[in-house]
């Protein structure tokens, strides 16, 4: 089992609003990932957990918020969003640094 | 319509023949290597890796081939089929937890 699962698929959320995306994992890994995906462009790294704590942060503005409550989920709040942040959020995790890294389907989110 | 910057390069290829797609990487001391494969509206789609101390790797139809003197990673997929249509991403470490895109390549496999 490889598969790494985002809800939800698509959000649609105002730019007052506050919403969580979600990523879950069974595979064991140990290192877990957001990356953000705008269109025809490779996905851009934002934060990493590693052994549940957060190891990389992309300087990525505040409004993002990751949360990794075990090593299995980990989450992404959203607050105050710009419609510029509109794009595929993409979750991936792997068992450690150097080592495969598996990708969810990604959660489309449009600001508006 | 479409801005400069934002077109992806393109490789056609007919169906049935073999494709190459190439990806320069940017770090010297990068020593894993991943292509993803990324259909239209999905993540991407692990395919196969390399680890630096290895020039060739096989997978099931599909080829990976790294050039450390130049920096230079290829994917060759033999007998292009249909559902081998999707932007193509290499992406290298250097033992973090970094994993850095490169800007990909869309295939069209002509019928």
């Known amino acids: 089992d490889t598969e790494v699962t985002q809800t939800p698929k698509h959000l649609v959320m105002g730019m007052t609003n506050k919403k969580s995306l979600k990523c879950e994992q069974h595979?064991?890994?140990?290192?877990m990932y957001w990356y953000k995906q705008k269109a025809k462009k490779p996905p851009e790294l934002m934060f990493v957990?590693?052994?549940?704590?957060?190891?990389i942060n992309e300087s990525v503005p505040s409004r993002f918020s990751p949360e990794c409550p075990n090593s299995s989920l980990l989450n992404l709040h959203l607050h105050a969003l710009q419609p510029e942040d509109s794009a595929l959020y993409l979750c991936?995790?792997?068992?450690?640094?150097?080592?495969?890294?598996?990708f969810g389907q990604g959660t489309r989110l449009t600001v508006v | 319509g479409e801005s400069v910057g934002l077109h992806l390069p393109t490789l056609s290829v007919q169906e049935g023949d073999n494709s190459i797609i190439n990806c320069a990487y940017s770090?010297?001391?990068?020593?894993?290597f991943i292509w993803y494969k990324q259909e239209s509206g999905k993540g991407p789609q692990f395919i196969i890796d390399?680890?630096?101390?290895?020039d060739k790797r096989q997978g099931q139809r599909v080829t990976v081939l790294l050039n450390k003197t130049v920096k230079h990673l290829s994917l060759q997929i033999a007998a292009t089929q249909p559902g081998d249509s999707a932007v193509y991403f290499c992406?290298?470490?250097?033992?973090?937890?970094?994993?850095?895109f490169g800007t990909g390549t869309r295939l069209k496999v002509l019928a």
């Open positions: 991936a995790s792997s068992q450690d640094a150097g080592t495969e890294a598996f």
């Open positions: 595979m064991g890994h140990r290192a």
């Open positions: 957990y590693s052994y549940e704590k957060l190891s």
């Open positions: 770090n010297s001391a990068s020593d894993y």
């Open positions: 390399i680890r630096s101390n290895m």
């Open positions: 992406a290298e470490t250097f033992g973090t937890y970094k994993y850095i």
